[in-house]
């Protein structure tokens, strides 16, 4: 998934209670992703040009307890339309605004005459207000805060193949300029970073239906490796130890391996295992691992807050146990996540508990509440998070 502003970890909301104020310094990091599945009959039936589109209302909002004892959170209210069919072509338009964040995907569907399918993004934070970021540094907070835009532009193909194959690149060029709250701190400025990506996977999904299947259990793996190079970089940080770095590229990789139950039952299961590794990296470059939400992803360690370990190299597994207690209405689920930080060569435990409820066809809210077990905060012995997502569409 691409990010809205380059590489910064974490985000940091004076109060989350000032919900008003929070439409207006809003700094969205992240995409959806694109609802591009249609039936047949859409092409052929003129009734379903206007259910082919919809606005939708979302808000998500997240808190967590930092390393003072303090609560921190943020609240993002966004407003979201797609149109999957634009036209009856078959192309799919996504638009996303919150506030000083604006985001514009157009997909071109892989058909006959075009092999693969075609996403061309953009999106932007605007330099108005600009968005304050606490700066992160081997899990432990700074007194540094960077505030300021950045802007993406990247180009997608992707295309699923037979036998369970798919690949897709993207090619992304990010521009950022920063300011820092501290004289003392150098911010990185007018920064101009291209970062090209091949992601790589195969699925195996038995049939239900065959009694022959010798391998019941689904499962996936994936490959992306991905260049990062910075066209303009210069030297930055706190004065007495500036961040550095050399003339050549660097590089990062993610290995994944999935498995699942193969059939969806009221009880379902997953484990994945992931390796998160990067070489030369730049410093906002470097993999962010913590609690994830609706626009904030990226490798999830629930418990800890967005972004609280920086890495270059570590393993993280992730299992999930999923309830389904009314069937398209009410799920619960339970996970557990365990991540060995290669950095301090450490183990860092955490589990939530998620709980999914529909109302009605338009609306749904989705709470998930998160423990790091061994969470290294001052009033607490462990991380707490707390995240709340609502949708409406219409």
């Keep these: 998934m691409l990010k809205g502003i380059k590489g910064l970890p974490v985000k940091r909301e004076a109060c989350v209670i000032i919900a008003f104020l929070a439409l207006l310094s809003l700094p969205l990091a992240a995409l959806t992703e694109k609802e591009q599945d249609k039936s047949s009959e859409a092409l052929n039936n003129s009734k379903t ?219 379902n299961w997953k484990g994945q295992l992931s390796y998160l590794h990067g070489e030369n990296l730049y410093q906002l470059e470097k993999w962010a691992v913590g609690s994830t939400n609706a626009f904030n992803g990226g490798p999830r360690l629930d418990g800890y807050y967005p972004g609280e370990f920086m890495t270059d190299e570590s393993f993280l597994l992730n299992m999930n146990l999923q309830i389904v207690s009314i069937p398209d209405r009410v799920e619960f689920l339970v996970s557990y996540d365990a991540f060995y930080y290669g950095e301090k060569e450490r183990l860092y435990q955490g589990s939530a508990v998620d709980l999914f409820v529909k109302l009605g066809n338009k609306a749904s809210f989705n709470f998930r509440s998160g423990i790091g077990w061994n969470a290294e905060r001052d009033f607490l012995p462990v991380g707490m998070t707390h995240n709340l997502l609502f949708r409406y569409t219409f």
């Design 49 to 267: 040009e206007a259910s082919s589109r919809n606005w939708e209302i979302i808000a998500d909002s997240m808190i967590y307890n930092g390393y003072d004892g303090n609560y921190e959170g943020n609240l993002n209210p966004v407003l979201q339309f797609t149109d999957v069919d634009v036209f009856g072509s078959g192309n799919c338009f996504n638009l996303l605004f919150a506030g000083i964040f604006l985001s514009l995907d157009y997909t071109i569907s892989q058909k006959a005459e075009i092999p693969f399918n075609i996403t061309i993004h953009t999106d932007g934070t605007a330099k108005l207000l600009g968005s304050d970021f606490t700066f992160y540094e081997k899990g432990e907070e700074t007194d540094w805060t960077l505030k300021g835009p950045g802007c993406n532009l990247a180009v997608i193909l992707s295309r699923d193949m037979d036998c369970g194959f798919s690949i897709k690149t993207t090619q992304l060029m990010n521009f950022s300029d920063y300011d820092s709250n501290d004289t003392a701190f150098v911010s990185p400025e007018n920064t101009a970073t291209y970062t090209g990506n091949l992601d790589l996977s195969y699925t195996y999904q038995p049939n239900e239906d065959s009694s022959e299947s010798s391998f019941p259990v689904g499962f996936q793996i994936m490959a992306i490796p991905e260049v990062i190079y910075q066209l303009n970089y210069e030297d930055w940080g706190p004065e007495d130890n500036l961040y550095t770095h050399d003339d050549t590229p660097a590089y990062r990789g993610l290995y994944q391996v999935s498995c699942y139950n193969a059939s969806v039952k009221r009880v």
